[in-house]
T-cell receptor, first 113, second 109 residues
Framework: DAGITQSPRHKVTETGTPVTLRCHQT?????MYWYRQDPGHGLRLIHY???????DKGEVSDGYSVSRSKTEDFLLTLESATSSQTSVYFC????????????FGPGTRLTVT | KQEVTQIPAALSVPEGENLVLNCSFT??????LQWFRQDPGKGLTSLLL?????REQTSGRLNASLDKSSGRSTLYIAASQPGDSATYLC????????FGAGTRLTVKP
């Protein structure tokens, strides 16, 4: 298994509070991704990173920000959580370009009440 | 906008059957197609990756084909087992990775 961990694994928070999810990899892969998974929608890309301090938006980036200060860590922040952001969040990594195979972390289940 | 569809959404078969899962996509401009397995409450496990120049990939009892021009891929599972029960997802990559909603497979003993 690719060395990807996510923390926390479960979190319940209240509407309006800030939340930060962490993805940590030990594979030294250049690309890192954040997805959310919702019933009926499959997985959708939120943001991705193609290097330290290099990030870009995905399909559903509104309400989310990311940061990558080290190769191994990719943070996803919800500045002011809303109930529509209740979801399962997955981090993924890939070795080189976006054409390479992606490997996924175990996921974080976030509930916004 | 690339759209990925998986049919059927759910499938139940008796143990030992050979089965086919389908994936279709609307834009043939892709780098690759990847099949994943997801167990309940777990992350995604990569099963097979087919590059756009390839027609098929095999791993054990799994065989995936790709027909880029028609926007279709199939995942063939031979001699299904109860341990194959999971949700199977396909995803295509070009500028980003787009996923289908998955097929939930149940293999009954």
């Amino acid at each position: 298994d690719a060395g990807i961990t996510q923390s926390p694994r479960h979190k319940v928070t209240e509407t309006g509070t800030p939340v930060t999810l962490r993805c940590h990899q030990t594979e030294n892969h250049r690309y890192m991704y954040w997805y959310r998974q919702d019933p009926g929608h499959g997985l959708r890309l939120i943001h991705y990173s193609y290097g330290v301090k290099d990030t870009d938006k995905g399909e559903v980036s509104d309400g989310y920000s990311v940061s990558r200060s080290k190769t191994e860590d990719f943070l996803l922040t919800l500045e002011s959580a809303t109930s529509s952001q209740t979801s399962v969040y997955f981090c993924a990594i890939s070795e080189s370009t976006q054409a390479y195979e992606q490997y996924f972390g175990p996921g974080t289940r976030l509930t916004v009440t | 906008k690339q759209e990925v569809t998986q049919i059927p959404a759910a499938l139940s078969v008796p143990e030992g059957e050979n089965l086919v899962l389908n994936c279709s996509f609307t834009d043939s401009a892709i780098y690759n197609l990847q099949w994943f397995r997801q167990d309940p409450g777990k992350g995604l496990t990569s099963l097979l990756l087919i590059q756009s120049s390839q027609r098929e990939q095999t791993s054990g009892r799994l065989n995936a084909s790709l027909d880029k021009s028609s926007g279709r891929s199939t995942l063939y599972i031979a001699a299904s087992q109860p341990g194959d029960s999971a949700t199977y997802l396909c995803a295509v990559t070009f500028n980003d990775m787009r996923f289908g909603a998955g097929t939930r497979l149940t293999v009954k003993p």
